[in-house]
Nanobody
Framework: VQLQASGGGLVQAGGSLRLSCAASRRTVGAYAMGWFRQAPGKEREFVAAVSASGGRTYYADSVKGRFTISRENARNTVYLQMNMLKPEDTAVYYC?????????????????WGQGTLVTVSS
């Protein structure tokens, strides 16, 4: 599975962005999908995950209530809607896929990774 993340950019604090992750394989509907981020000088951290069916989601406490993960299996695409952005959300955002019926939140559980898209939030 090849993943292509897009949608990053520069936004002011309080603004919104929507990230997209397009998958190369039509069977992506069998994969749990996640978003992670890595800020400069920091380790990669979990942001959000959605189950293969789309029926379950899970968020990091730092983004809960501001970010929404969703998927559109017919388009082989997963989204991350980010609202009320803060400067501390600045990072490279990565999407990932795990061939699983679960809802993984640990990076090591994911099998495939996209290249990342940069989100910069100015104060």
């Amino acid at each position: 599975v090849q993943l292509q993340a897009s949608g990053g950019g520069l936004v002011q604090a309080g603004g919104s962005l929507r990230l997209s992750c397009a998958a190369s394989r039509r069977t992506v509907g069998a994969y749990a999908m996640g978003w992670f981020r890595q800020a400069p000088g920091k380790e990669r951290e979990f942001v959000a995950a959605v189950s293969a069916s789309g029926g379950r989601t899970y968020y990091a406490d730092s983004v809960k209530g501001r970010f929404t993960i969703s998927r559109e299996n017919a388009r082989n695409t997963v989204y991350l809607q980010m609202n009320m952005l803060k400067p501390e959300d600045t990072a490279v955002y990565y999407c990932a896929a795990d061939y699983s019926a679960g809802l993984p939140i640990v990076a090591e559980e994911y099998d495939y990774w996209g290249q990342g898209t940069l989100v910069t939030v100015s104060s």
